[in-house]
């Protein structure tokens, strides 16, 4: 792949930044992919009031015909995008091929969502003091702009999670992308553009937070700041922001639970691999990933080897390699931080059952048993791919383990009871319990976000997103 040198899409020209510039580097080997513009706040200013001053007249049709344009284009171009992410991020090919279907539903989704008109009637005759009146619900796009900030771990699946939406209800959004993965998130900002989208509707400021995230989050002109990444920056966002609409999508620690209802036969392989794939698809680097793993002790032992025989049979290496299902984590530092909560569980008394070796910023598929709750890898969330193996004695116990967790994100359930489905539908303090399957399966579609540090509860999805930014007006009339 050839040196990118990449500019601002700003005010519908692509600009140099004010502030100079910075390297993108491939976490595999250590070469430099590209280089992306550093914005200034002067540059955000404007940004900001350009968007501020246009207003869409964009039809439903004509929205949703962008979109579809969007998805035709990603299709012809689906191995140029997944070579990108891959490049930047260290991701396998596997990983980057699987996210570009999923920014393809995004699309999608968003096309289909464009056209339907939520608004609803409301009858007023309906008590002793009614009247003959109706009531009727619209939505409206926001008076100010939506800035969107995103995380590394899908670079272009959580661009598309924030400007689709944006895009169907004639918002104008201004996205921040993470400095780790800027170029994938320009090159689809252009195959936007391509599909007819007005430059005012979304613009793209690269950039250092440190310089540039406070005046993107305090601006007059922005009404919505809709962020994924980390609780820290979250919650440093949520105190700045001030008298403004927020959207926080942070980070989880979600569990597979595994029940001994299922026996040791072919069910207990069908919990392995759900443990596996949730554990090492996109190098762990979810923030739905199981990142702890709760089975029920009279089947624990049996489990773990079969997760050992799974994860020895996961390959990883060259993330370029079509073979390798897994490559890098982000970076040497994320290694290292991940290479460091192994050791330490193992000098706390956990037992390593397989992988643990770090080369750079590749980590191999790590399985580690006799882990306790109060062990550093699973009490924080540890973004790579680690199975740390809990076990349990009851329901009431597993329950407990799970809400004993600042986070609240998701979480996976393998039982064929449906007293105990129901018992952790009800009881776990998360957003959504995906019973048979991993916490992070999910519809582009439909509602997901978490509770506790991992979020305030404003959903994402492409439904939900919509209804977040836009504001829902009432008019009424006498009939
Ligand atoms: N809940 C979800 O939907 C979801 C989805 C994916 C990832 N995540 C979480 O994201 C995290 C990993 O991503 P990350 O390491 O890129 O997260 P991060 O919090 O380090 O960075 C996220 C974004 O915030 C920006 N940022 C940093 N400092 C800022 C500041 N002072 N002001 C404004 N913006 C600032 C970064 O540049 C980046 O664009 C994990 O915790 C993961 O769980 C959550």
């Given at each position: 792949m050839s040196y990118r040198e990449e500019l601002l899409r700003l005010r519908g020209e692509r600009v140099a930044g004010e502030s100079g510039r910075f390297e993108v580097i491939n976490p595999f080997d250590g070469e430099a992919v590209g280089s992306a513009a550093k914005a200034s706040r002067a540059q955000v200013e404007?940004?900001?009031?350009?968007?501020?001053?246009?207003?869409?007249?964009?039809?439903?049709?004509?929205?949703?015909?962008?979109?579809?344009?969007?998805?035709?284009?990603?299709?012809?171009?689906?191995?140029?995008?997944?070579?990108?992410?891959?490049?930047?991020?260290?991701?396998?090919?596997?990983?980057?091929?699987?996210?570009?279907?999923?920014?393809?539903?995004?699309?999608?989704?968003?096309?289909?969502?464009?056209?339907?008109?939520?608004?609803?009637?409301?009858?007023?005759?309906?008590?002793?003091?009614?009247?003959?009146?109706?009531?009727?619900?619209?939505?409206?796009?926001?008076?100010?702009?939506?800035?969107?900030?995103?995380?590394?771990?899908?670079?272009?699946?959580?661009?598309?999670?924030?400007?689709?939406?944006?895009?169907?209800?004639?918002?104008?959004?201004?996205?921040?992308?993470?400095?780790?993965?800027?170029?994938?998130?320009?090159?689809?900002?252009?195959?936007?553009?391509?599909?007819?989208?007005?430059?005012?509707?979304?613009?793209?400021?690269?950039?250092?937070?440190?310089?540039?995230?406070?005046?993107?989050?305090?601006?007059?002109?922005?009404?919505?700041?809709?962020?994924?990444?980390?609780?820290?920056?979250?919650?440093?966002?949520?105190?700045?922001?001030?008298?403004?609409?927020?959207?926080?999508?942070?980070?989880?620690?979600?569990?597979?639970?595994?029940?001994?209802?299922?026996?040791?036969?072919?069910?207990?392989?069908?919990?392995?691999?759900?443990?596996?794939?949730?554990?090492?698809?996109?190098?762990?680097?979810?923030?739905?990933?199981?990142?702890?793993?709760?089975?029920?002790?009279?089947?624990a032992e049996r489990f773990t080897e079969r997760l050992v025989a799974a994860t020895e049979a996961w390959t990883f290496g060259d993330p370029l390699d079509e073979r390798n299902a897994m490559g890098t984590v982000i970076d040497e530092v994320a290694a290292r931080l991940l290479e460091r909560r192994v050791n330490d569980a193992q000098a706390a008394g956990a037992r390593l059952r397989c992988g643990g070796q770090r080369d750079g910023a590749m980590l191999a598929p790590t399985v580690l048993d006799r882990v306790r709750p109060e062990m550093e890898v699973v009490l924080e969330e540890s973004f790579g791919p680690i199975s740390p193996v809990i076990t349990f004695e009851t329901v009431d116990e597993a329950i407990a383990l799970v809400n004993a967790s600042r986070f609240g994100l998701s979480s996976g359930v393998c039982t064929n009871r449906l007293d105990w489905a129901t018992r952790f539908a009800q009881q776990l303090q998360v957003g959504t319990v995906n019973v048979w399957e991993v916490p992070g399966y999910r519809t582009e579609l439909t509602p997901f976000g978490g509770i506790k540090d991992s979020g305030l509860g404003h959903k994402e999805g492409v439904q939900e997103a919509i209804k977040a930014y836009t504001q829902l007006k009432t008019f009424t009339l006498p009939w």
């Open positions: 404007q940004a900001l009031l350009y968007a501020k001053q246009f207003r869409s007249t964009l039809s439903r049709f004509e929205r949703s015909e962008i979109l579809r344009r969007a998805a035709a284009l990603l299709a012809a171009r689906a191995d140029e995008g997944a070579r990108l992410i891959t490049a930047e991020s260290g991701l396998s090919l596997q990983d980057s091929r699987y996210e570009i279907g999923r920014v393809s539903d995004v699309l999608v989704f968003g096309a289909n969502e464009a056209l339907r008109d939520d608004g609803q009637v409301f009858a007023c005759d309906l008590t002793a003091h009614g009247r003959q009146r109706k009531v009727v619900s619209m939505r409206e796009p926001l008076l100010g702009v939506i800035v969107a900030i995103t995380p590394f771990n899908h670079p272009i699946n959580q661009v598309a999670h924030k400007v689709v939406p944006s895009i169907a209800s004639n918002n104008r959004l201004v996205l921040k992308p993470s400095e780790k993965v800027p170029l994938s998130a320009l090159w689809f900002a252009d195959l936007l553009y391509e599909a007819g989208l007005p430059p005012a509707m979304f613009q793209v400021l690269t950039g250092d937070p440190a310089e540039i995230g406070e005046a993107l989050i305090t601006h007059p002109a922005v009404e919505l700041v809709t962020f994924t990444g980390g609780v820290e920056i979250g919650k440093r966002i949520a105190r700045v922001a001030g008298y403004r609409r927020t959207v926080l999508e942070l980070g989880g620690n979600d569990p597979l639970i595994v029940c001994s209802d299922i026996g040791e036969g072919a069910e207990l392989d069908r919990a392995v691999q759900l443990a596996a794939q949730g554990s090492y698809r996109n190098s762990g680097q979810r923030c739905t990933a199981v990142k702890r793993i709760l089975v029920q002790s009279s089947i």
